[in-house]
């Protein structure tokens, strides 16, 4: 069992998605929880994994939500843990 952890700023995209690359790869299934560290607005966010591209072992995409509506071209920490192999 392999764990990690880490936090990083991005800035999302229009569609409110964006990628964080985990510092090493999973060999096999792993499995993301990703939270909201802050964001400038102090708006209540709700992280997502996108798995709609599949997913990769070496880091995670996901989408950045304020309530129900998408969160787009915004700079939010994201803080985060997985788990795997």
């Known amino acids: 069992m392999k764990i990690m952890w880490g936090t ?5 995209t229009s569609s409110g998605d ?3 690359n985990f510092p090493t790869a999973f060999a096999s299934g792993r499995q993301v929880v990703a939270i909201n560290g802050d964001h400038a607005n102090g708006a209540s ?3 997502a994994e996108n798995i709609s591209a599949g997913q990769s072992m070496s880091g995670f995409n996901l989408r950045v939500f304020n ?3 998408i ?5 939010v920490r994201i803080s985060w ?3 795997g192999n």
């Open 67 to 69: 309530g129900t509506a």
């Open 81 to 83: 843990h997985a788990l």
């Open 45 to 47: 966010l709700t992280i």
């Open 71 to 75: 969160v787009p071209n915004a700079t």
């Open 8 to 12: 990083a700023v991005i800035t999302t």
């Open 18 to 20: 964006s990628t964080i």
